[in-house]
């Protein structure tokens, strides 16, 4: 394989400050020289652990580098890494690093459409992939990709006698490495030195919900301060037992499982397969872990469902000293002390429950962890925090190495994300946007000048996020500026956010918040029927029908308090005056939400609009002739009256 | 609620096969090891002497006969015969002027040549006739102790044992005696819960399970029977030599007698076949139960809150220690090793359910 020459254009001027031998080699050179017996890496085999020490890790990955530069990788070449979290794919990322190649991580599960653009764009000529069903997806775009000359697997099951069409296995490539290695004595010191703080060290993509997705080069520089930033907050600490169970393309685990694991001396953890994560976790019980807010939903509702199938007295303490400790969470995070009696509980509680539950989750010895991608729902959040581990949020995108803004573990609070780490500024704009600047942002997307220049306004990264401070100086996101809108009074507002603050509301399973160019806010409120249906079988409350239900004013009432409770965290302006419990859930087959249940907000103002139309009239029900799609296609129309409740906020205006 | 799953990984396959992966499990076994080996500290010598210390030589001797009741699954009802041939040959041994060590050693000896040698009736009959096979040991052996004037010093003759000791300690006080008799089943304990884990141990699960499967995927149950019947009688012979010089300090043939097979076989089977834990639990319940009962029916008469005619006063502990033994075996037919292991899993699992298989 010939390549073109260095294609990576001087852009040391741009960081005048950083040191050239500062990077990703070098750190982890210093680690195999420092504590070449440490474990760096330990991966689950057939049930088993196999642990790589320091010394391990950098002979692997100068071999590997060996072997890729003799099958033609060089500086300033894409190399594409594929494949569920293994040893080896790190390695490689890291060999590639060395070669100043650049490795441009993938989903596994992209489509082939999307991998194949990924590989055009950036002109990629060498794949790194995990098993026979990454390098077959390969295979099959080939007639479109010619120029993919190397493809190079992990797993060698399934893929012997494929070498003469530039299919290697990484453990061949490593062979000859070593024997390049063996002959050549400077090759070890060379390639050491080769990579330099200004190279990109992983070229990442942006998720692509709008056009192609933008690739986005981080350097050494970059992620370096990103993870010193972090380390610095106290955000982690060295040697830190990390789970790598996320996936290999997402900033996320490029930073944790290679930058902060290389820099900080991690003990980095690969799961046997992605399917028993959860339980290789819980072998493990690692001090720093991340997962999404979803993920730490499941959770919540696996020990919920474990809960509910368990023997009486576990439930009955369970259900005694959760909500105790929710309870107690709840004021310490509004900042009152919990009393001596309380603490004293508390212990038994933690002895009683919320130890063996850490311990069932697998995260008994999790010092530090986190949570981010999202917001994440209160209950979720006050629940983990009352298990008794001190989870927090951070904020980042991939464009600033994911880590710009967290909370600390002093002042949490359930609205804001918290505050900059030291390093990062943080200032929001005149239209409510978030900008950002810091040595973790990156320098501009991968070959766009015109998308780079779009998302730089003097020297500050633009994220696209809207948000504001909070009384106590923290940061609150608020949604995407795409989505602001405005009333017609100049309020500015983004219905997604108030919407998804609604839903963390139990009863309520989603919700649509109207106002844009109106005189006020307002909100189509789905009730959730299981929830609510519990709730009124426990307070009596006869119903028929999810229409019924909903309508029923006990419910109504429910609803009324916790739309006032998400108001009272709004600010003025923005808040609601009015809502409505509609009589029947948002439904894909009705167009009104896709099939991930996002809002399409077109259909339902033109569905419901004689509903709208008489929340601004003023009235306070409405007739609706309600148009139904049966399963088989045929339609029907049923009159529901429906109540129109009027808010605090929407009384003041009079 | 204390078991802590998690954090509890392996680099090799030998850690994986430990005994006790979980830390809670070991500091269980360290805090008995440690309040077994303190006992004499805060026992009085009268619990020690009659409680403590019989309840360890009977639990090796519990231990040697689940060996081959609970993992080869060869029913034995003679083995107190096994451990009288130990006995009667540790005694003649240090008569003969052998030094204690040896004795031991040779009283196991023997013990398993004789043992082995009816271990043979084994290859032909299985279950009940196996039984019959080893209750004729039984009686063979008794008879033969009684008959033999050499052996038992007369018909109704007691041997004393000679006053020994044990590589250097001289085996006299009560201490001594306990911590022998505590090594030895600790020993044993360890020696059983470790066969477990070897291709022997598995061998002779393997023919437990079905003989003749086990000869089809190839384990010789020739060899393995007698293998089994081998290492069980020299545990067992050991163990009634001890039973001699740690306990009785005598021997008589009364102390091995039929009644006393049965009470083995009734110690492994309410202790739980096949486990280490169900034979100190089998033989505490065996042993124990039927004292403390005595003392608590005889303190209920003494207070007057039980009022019966003193002929019943002495069957009810009998009567109530029949029915516990019943009770417990329809409750857990897999004996009280089954009922920790339940309660184990109820904590293991902790909050959430808990399945009793």
């Known amino acids: 394989m010939q390549h073109d020459p260095v294609v990576m254009p001087d852009e040391a001027h741009l960081h005048p400050d950083w040191m050239d031998g500062d990077h990703l080699i070098a750190a982890l050179e210093r680690n195999a020289r420092d504590h070449p017996r440490e474990v760096a890496m330990r991966e689950r085999d057939h049930g088993i652990w196999h642990e790589v020490t320091w010394a391990d890790y950098l002979t692997r990955v100068l071999e590997l580098a060996a072997g890729l530069e ?91 006698g494929m070498e003469d069409r530039g299919v290697v296995a990484l453990r061949d490539l490593a062979a000859q490495g070593r024997e390049r290695l063996a002959n050549e004595p400077n090759l070890r010191r060379d390639l050491k030195e080769r990579a330099n703080v200004h190279d990109i060290a992983v070229l990442l993509h942006s998720s692509g919900t709008t056009g192609a997705p933008k690739g986005i080069p981080l350097k050494h520089g970059h992620v370096l301060a990103a993870v010193r930033n972090a380390s610095a907050a106290g955000y982690f600490v060295q040697g830190e037992a990390h789970m790598a169970y996320l996936p290999m393309a997402w900033v996320g685990d490029f930073i944790f499982s290679i930058a902060a694991a290389v820099e900080l001396r991690f003990v980095v953890h690969v799961p046997e397969r992605q399917e028993t994560a959860q339980h290789d976790l819980r072998e493990i019980a690692p001090t720093l872990y991340f997962a999404s807010p979803r993920a730490w939903s499941a959770m919540l509702t696996r ?50 429950i919320y130890a063996p539950l850490r311990d069932q989750l697998g995260l008994r010895r999790v010092k530090r962890p986190y949570t981010a991608g999202e917001a994440i729902g209160e209950d979720v959040f006050l629940f983990f925090r009352a298990l008794g581990l001190n989870l927090r949020q951070f904020y980042g995108q991939t464009e600033n190495c994911a880590l710009a803004v967290a909370q600390k573990p002093e002042d949490i609070s359930l609205t804001s994300v918290g505050r900059p780490f030291p390093g ?115 307070n009596g409350v006869a119903y028929a029908s999810y229409a019924d239900l909903s309508q029923a004013q006990p419910v109504v009432d429910l609803i009324r308090d916790e739309i006032e409770a998400v108001n009272a965290d709004l600010p003025e302006g923005p808040r609601l005056h009015r809502f409505v419990n509609l009589h029947k859930e948002f439904d894909p087959d009705d167009g009104e939400v896709t099939r991930t249940r996002k809002l399409r907000r077109g259909v339902i103002d033109k569905n419901y609009a004689p509903i709208i139309a008489a929340i601004y009239d003023g009235r306070d029900s409405v007739d609706f002739e309600a148009t139904i799609t049966y399963e088989t296609g045929q339609q029907g129309t049923m009159t529901r009256t429906l109540s129109i409740v009027t808010l605090e906020a929407g009384k003041e205006r009079g | 609620m204390f078991y802590r799953l998690s954090g509890v990984y392996h680099t090799r396959y030998q850690a994986a096969r430990a005994l006790w992966p979980i830390a809670a499990d070991r500091w269980q076994v360290i805090l008995l090891l440690a309040l077994a080996l303190a006992a004499p500290l805060f026992l009085s010598p009268l619990y020690l002497g009659s409680y403590l210390l019989p309840w360890m030589i009977w639990s090796a001797a519990a231990l040697s006969l689940t060996l081959l009741m609970g993992l080869a699954g060869q029913l034995h009802f003679g083995f107190a015969a096994v451990m009288a041939i130990g006995a009667y040959s540790a005694i003649h041994m240090t008569r003969a002027g052998l030094p204690f060590e040896l004795a031991l050693l040779g009283g196991g000896v023997s013990a398993a040549l004789i043992g082995t040698a009816f271990g043979f009736a084994a290859l032909r009959v299985k279950g009940l006739y196996l039984v019959m096979a080893t209750l004729a040991m039984q009686y063979l052996v008794d008879w033969v102790i009684i008959n033999v004037p050499a052996i038992s010093g007369g018909a109704q003759a007691t041997l004393r044992t000679p006053a020994v000791s044990f590589f250097g300690l001289p085996i006299a006080g009560l201490e001594a005696r306990y911590y022998l008799a505590l090594g030895w089943a600790v020993l044993l304990t360890v020696f059983f819960l470790n066969v477990r884990r070897t291709s022997f141990g598995r061998a002779l699960i393997a023919i437990r399970d079905k003989d003749f499967a086990a000869a089809v995927i190839g384990v010789d149950p020739f060899r393995y029977k007698l293998l089994a019947f081998l290492t069980a009688s020299f545990m067992g012979g050991v163990t009634g030599a001890l039973l001699a010089f740690c306990y009785y300090r005598a021997v008589t043939p009364e102390q091995f007698s039929f009644n006393v097979s049965i009470q083995l076989v009734a110690m492994v089977l309410v202790g739980g076949l096949g486990t280490a834990i169900g034979s100190f639990l089998g033989a505490g319940f065996v042993l124990l139960l039927p004292i403390v009962l005595t003392n608590l029916v005889a303190a209920l008469g003494s207070a007057g809150i039980l009022d019966v005619s003193q002929n019943l006063m002495a069957h009810l502990p009998l009567i109530i220690y029949g029915a516990m033994i019943i009770g417990f075996l329809l409750f857990e037919p897999l004996g009280l090793a089954k009922i920790y292991d339940n309660i184990r899993k109820y904590f293991l699992v902790w909050p959430f359910r808990h399945s009793r298989s």
């Open chain 1, 70 to 160: 003799g099958a033609g990788v060089g500086p300033g070449e894409v190399v594409l890494v594929m494949g569920d979290n293994r040893p080896q794919l790190y390695f490689a990322m890291l060999a590639a690093i060395c070669l100043r190649a650049i490795p441009s991580p993938a989903y596994p599960d992209a489509p082939s459409s999307e991998i194949l653009g990924q590989m055009q764009r950036e002109g990629i000529r060498a794949a790194i992939v995990e098993d026979q069903e990454q390098v077959d997806k390969l295979m099959g775009l080939r007639d479109d990709h010619s120029d993919l000359a190397l493809i190079a697997y992990d797993d060698p099951r399934g893929l012997g």
């Open chain 1, 303 to 352: 020990i919920q469902v474990g809960i509910a199938e368990t023997s009486g007295l576990k439930r009955a303490l369970y259900e005694h000293f959760m909500p105790f400790a929710i309870d107690l969470e709840r004021r310490r995070l509004e900042g009152r002390k919990p009393g001596i009696a309380a603490r004293l509980w508390r212990g038994v509680g933690n002895a009683l």
């Open chain 1, 424 to 538: 990062v500024e943080v200032k929001i704009d005149d239209n409510g946007e978030i900008l950002l600047k810091g040595d973790n942002n990156f320098d501009g997307y991968f070959q766009n000048a015109e998308a780079t220049a779009e998302t730089f306004r003097d020297g500050w990264l633009l994220t696209g996020d809207a948000g504001r401070w909070d009384d106590d100086g923290q940061l609150m996101v608020l949604g995407r500026v795409s989505e602001m809108v405005e009333t017609a009074r100049g309020d500015r507002f983004i219905p997604t956010y108030i919407e998804n603050r609604l839903k963390f509301s139990p009863h309520i399973r989603d919700a649509c918040v109207i106002g844009a160019g109106r005189d006020f806010l307002s909100a189509i409120v789905n009730i959730d029927f299981a929830a609510v249906g519990q709730w009124a079988q426990e």
